[in-house]
């Protein structure tokens, strides 16, 4: 058997790059590229329902010590750096859910839409659901998770109008309330927010219902109560024939930090211990129960499975089919 060594390999090198080229001119590509990514559009199936994970685009968000309340910044920075991210942004997807039960097509959370705090890149759902072959108009239910900008404010198009107009909308009462008390809009911290909720959701208000914890909101999708990330954050459990998936919402922001050090509050979190409860608890939950979730800031498409992994966890993403 012929042995390689490290000397003949690398006269081999050198003898290859001393022969002339096999051409005089350059290749030239077929087409010029793009410039743009394709669609955010991924299909998979739970039992029999067809769910389609829709981008709505990306906040390249500036890294600082506020991201975490309760860690020191070196650890978060240490965390960050070994999971080769960049030291100074750090890219949190949106990721909404279109389930079809095949007699209802609801969508789970809306995306920014054209409100643009979080940058340019956002309020890409729209466009995905074109792709998608998804008219908004085909929608029958808007469930939302909390009432935060970036998972509510799609409700509405840019000029006032219903982006989806034959849907009905379900949410908790207290985050309604929370997020639309108009005594919070001098708030320091959070009043600009409560200002734009009350923009894009009290024109809803006719068309939303209420949910409570445990209640079948459309057949198959259960909500789960989840607070701590807001004062009403609710999960949603899907289920068809003996398959379950579980939309967390914002239970946890990042599949690192949340996951692999859970006790860690984050900055967005109304109540930040409470938070790490209800990520405690949903984690043991789905690692136990061995339920894949689908995790709204979590890489595109955002789909995979919470491991148990000494006293916290690590995410297992579910590879990616091509067909159903």
Same mark, same amino acid.
């Given at each position: 058997m012929t042995q390689v060594t490290r &000397?003949? !390999?690398l006269a081999g090198t050198a003898a290859a790059a001393a022969l002339p080229p096999l051409a005089l001119r350059p290749a030239t590509a077929a087409a010029p590229a793009t410039g743009q990514q394709a669609a955010g559009v991924y299909r998979?199936?739970?039992g029999s329902y067809e769910l389609t994970a829709l981008n709505d685009g990306v906040w390249n968000r500036k890294i600082d010590d506020k991201f975490v309340r309760n860690a020191a910044w070196p650890d978060v920075q240490k965390a960050l750096a070994d999971n080769f991210f960049p030291a100074e942004t750090l890219p949190i997807p949106f990721t909404t859910l279109a389930v079809n039960t095949g007699s209802k097509l609801v969508l789970i959370d809306t995306g920014l839409g054209a409100f643009k705090l979080m940058g340019n890149d956002t309020g890409r759902l729209t466009g995905? !659901?074109?792709a998608a072959g998804i008219n908004p108009a085909d929608i029958d239910a808007v469930l939302l998770t909390h009432a935060h900008a970036d998972h509510c404010f799609g !409700?509405?198009? %840019?000029? %006032? /109008?219903r982006e989806f107009p034959n849907a009905q909308v379900y949410m908790t009462q207290s985050d309604y309330d929370f997020w639309t008390d108009e005594a919070k809009v001098s708030h320091p =911290?959070?009043?600009q927010f409560v200002a734009a909720t009350r923009k894009y959701l009290m024109p809803n208000r006719e068309r939303i219902v209420f949910i409570k914890d445990g209640q079948e909101v459309v057949s %198959?999708? =259960?909500?789960?109560? /989840?607070? %701590?990330h807001t004062v009403g954050h609710v999960a949603f459990m899907i289920t068809s024939q003996g398959q379950s998936l579980c939309n967390t919402g914002d239970i946890a922001h990042h599949h #690192?930090?949340? #996951?692999?050090?859970? &006790?860690k509050a984050f900055a967005y979190d109304t109540d930040g211990q409470q938070g790490v409860a209800t990520r405690l608890k949903a984690f043991d939950m789905l690692a136990g129960l061995r339920i894949p979730l689908i995790a709204y800031h979590f890489p595109w498409p955002g789909i995979g499975h919470i491991a148990r992994q000494g006293d916290a966890y690590r995410y297992v993403p579910s590879p990616l089919h091509t067909v159903l």
């Open positions: &000397r003949a !390999l998979y199936k739970i995905n !659901l074109k !409700l509405t198009t %840019g000029d %006032g /109008a =911290q959070i009043g %198959g999708i =259960q909500a789960i109560a /989840a607070p %701590g #690192v930090i949340s #996951v692999e050090t859970p &006790r």
